[in-house]
């Protein structure tokens, strides 16, 4: 939905946007659902865009630069869909059966919604709160989606229980055009979230009739409503301060009595609640996000109505400008002169050219030996203390980050929790570019909270430029909380500020890129040395090395078992038949199968 208004709240234009998901879009399909809107719409003065799955300053960012494609030189407020409805409630001040329309002005507010998804967002003054909108899958307590599965699933357990079908499963199939039990079995698998939404219907209508399926189904689904409702108050205020709690979503606004018994829960658990539904459109919200002075002014502002100010080192966003002046300086994203005229080049000559400025890789790295050698160390004493080596990085950095960790269980029979890779914008970027992860400050420092980063550990943040954000606000947060860090970088003109300097910055000088900027190049090249350095010294000093052997590689495999075997030929002498027969009474541990016979 999308409303062009006046300052007055006169509805000029009106469409009908349908759902949208920023987590579901990729960026052609944001733009062309924000293209098909502006179609039908005036230019507007100002844009407020509330959105589903908006939940990080990345997304916002998506969506605000979407939004300038379609409205160029429109200021824009990008938030999320909570938020708007939340605002859209407006104050019990507005209702004249409020006592204290005054206080009820800054009492909080907290949104218990409950449509196809669910969740509960609070707002008092600028701290915020939400409990749920997890998705279907992992959340949406209370919601049409969960009453309707649970149907599914309750009519399913009485008729293997009682061997009859219940008559709130005939209605099921009713509604799903279907003729039997086994039926469902196929109509599930390919059902969308909406179709099993739709089911909740059956379930308030057989409730009406007293059904008690469908009672114990929707109990349940008030319980888990209330106390989202009242956890998510309790993160914003004390116990029985004034509290509106606003209820949304068609679940809530459709089902009176059910919404009458949600109401009663949550008097009787919190004193001093103001229940009211949402009696507006949510995307009322938005319009008076759009219509606020400071954002006409022309200045972009978030949604909890702050001014935007420019990013600063410390701050949650990317890089200010001083810092975007010095990445500009830094030699990968300066033009090599060696390769200028790379396009002109013939083919054996253009190899020579990449090759021989991968031999300059090696030199520089050796100007950084005894750093290499102290980050070594580092990261040996963390693991002897049992901490964790975390990688962290984004793109090409990121990348090799992860492959490094992967090899190092099957390589050394290290616990998979001991090397960890950390990749800006998760498992896809692994494989693709994740537009604005890389940018996203507070992410990386999430990043670390969540992987639970403390001080026996280590964390080496890996950026080519020194300057991704991503890695900064991972290694800064990483810092806080103890652990020592590391930078690998390829920027020796960089300076840090104190709070962003790592205990230890890596910084060798291989000069810029064949090709300008390209960093998956030399650059990522050396970044394989580096790490390969770091856990194979590492290992060695762990004891998992003998001579230059791997003792501790998993032989998971007949070329790995066939490795094993002539490792322990190597170590004792003894012939292939006598080393396999150890190896299998030793479960392939091939050092506590050497360790038995030096015994013997």
């Known amino acids: 939905m999308a409303i062009l208004a006046n300052d007055q709240d006169q509805v000029l234009a009106r469409v009908e946007s349908g759902p949208a998901n920023v987590r579901l879009l990729n960026d052609q399909a944001l733009h062309r659902h924000l293209q098909e809107i502006a179609r039908d719409l005036p230019r507007p003065s100002g844009l407020a865009i509330g959105m589903a799955g908006a939940r990080t300053t990345a997304d916002r960012d998506r969506i605000r630069r979407a939004a300038q494609r379609v409205w160029?030189?429109?200021?824009?407020?990008?938030?999320?869909?909570?938020?708007?409805?939340?605002?859209?409630?407006?104050?019990?001040?507005?209702?004249?059966?409020?006592?204290?329309?005054?206080?009820?002005?800054?009492?909080?507010?907290v949104l218990v919604l409950s449509g196809t998804g669910s969740c509960c967002f609070g707002r008092y003054g600028k701290q915020t709160a939400k409990v749920g909108g997890w998705g279907h899958i992992l959340g949406d307590k209370g919601s049409g989606y969960e009453i309707g599965l649970r149907s599914l699933k309750a009519v399913v357990y009485y008729f293997d229980r009682d061997g009859r079908w219940p008559e709130l499963g005939r209605d099921l199939l009713r509604a799903s055009q279907l003729n039997e039990?086994?039926?469902?079995?196929?109509?599930?698998?390919?059902?969308?979230?909406?179709?099993?939404?739709?089911?909740?219907?059956?379930?308030?209508?057989?409730?009406?009739?007293?059904?008690?399926?469908?009672?114990?189904?929707?109990?349940?689904?008030?319980?888990?409503?209330?106390?989202d409702a009242i956890d998510c108050a309790r993160r914003l205020v004390k116990a029985g301060a004034p509290v509106q709690f606003v209820l949304a979503g068609g679940v809530l606004l459709r089902q009176t009595r059910f919404a009458q018994v949600v109401s009663r829960r949550i008097r009787r658990q919190w004193r001093g609640a103001v229940i009211s539904p949402l009696d507006r459109e949510s995307v009322w919200g938005a319009v008076e996000l759009a219509g606020q002075p400071g954002l006409l002014a022309g200045s972009s502002r978030q949604a909890d109505g702050k001014s935007q100010r420019p990013t600063t080192a410390g701050s949650g966003g990317g890089l200010n400008e001083p810092e975007r002046r010095e990445l500009a300086l830094s030699p990968t994203e300066q033009r090599n002169p060696r390769s200028m005229g790379l396009d002109k080049l013939p083919l054996p000559a253009a190899i020579d050219l990449m090759l021989q400025e991968d031999r300059r890789i090696t030199k520089a790295l050796m100007a950084e030996k005894d750093k290499i050698a102290r980050a070594v160390r580092m990261i040996t004493k963390a693991l002897k203390r049992k901490g964790r080596l975390f990688y962290v990085g984004a793109g090409t950095s990121g990348r090799l980050g992860v492959l490094d960790a992967s090899e190092c269980p099957p390589t050394f029979q290290t616990d998979p929790t001991m090397v960890q890779g950390i990749i800006a914008g998760g498992q896809r970027a692994l494989w693709e570019a994740v537009e604005?992860?890389?940018?996203?400050?507070?992410?990386?420092?999430?990043?670390?909270?969540?992987?639970?980063v403390r001080s026996r550990d280590t964390v080496v943040g890996i950026a080519a430029s020194g300057r991704t954000p991503f890695v900064r606000g991972a290694l800064r947060e990483a810092k806080r909380r103890g652990a020592r860090t590391i930078l690998l970088s390829f920027n020796p003109n960089l300076?840090?500020?104190?709070?962003?300097?790592?205990?230890?910055?890596?910084?060798?000088?291989?000069?810029?890129?064949?090709?300008?900027?390209?960093?998956?190049?030399?650059?990522?090249?050396?970044?394989?040395?580096?790490?390969?350095?770091f856990t194979t010294l590492a290992m060695v000093r762990l004891g998992k090395v003998l001579s230059n052997l791997m003792i501790d590689v998993k032989a998971s495999n007949e070329k790995l078992r066939d490795r094993a075997v002539r490792i322990l030929c190597e170590l004792t002498g003894v012939d292939a038949e006598r080393a396999r027969t150890m190896l299998v009474k030793s479960q392939w541990k091939i050092k506590d199968a050497w360790r038995k016979l030096r015994r013997a």
């Open 72 to 109: 160029p030189g429109v200021p824009c407020v990008a938030t999320n869909d909570l938020e708007t409805a939340l605002r859209a409630a407006g104050t019990p001040a507005r209702r004249s059966n409020e006592p204290n329309p005054s206080s009820a002005r800054t009492m909080a507010r």
């Open 181 to 227: 039990p086994n039926d469902l079995i196929d109509w599930v698998r390919q059902a969308s979230k909406a179709d099993i939404a739709r089911l909740a219907v059956e379930v308030f209508l057989a409730w009406d009739r007293k059904d008690p399926v469908a009672r114990d189904i929707l109990e349940a689904a008030a319980q888990s409503l209330t106390r």
């Open 436 to 452: 604005g992860a890389e940018d996203d400050r507070p992410a990386g420092a999430r990043a670390m909270e969540f992987r639970g």
């Open 495 to 533: 300076r840090l500020a104190p709070g962003d300097r790592p205990d230890l910055c890596i910084l060798p000088k291989i000069g810029p890129e064949i090709l300008t900027g390209s960093t998956r190049l030399k650059a990522g090249t050396a970044t394989k040395l580096v790490l390969n350095i």
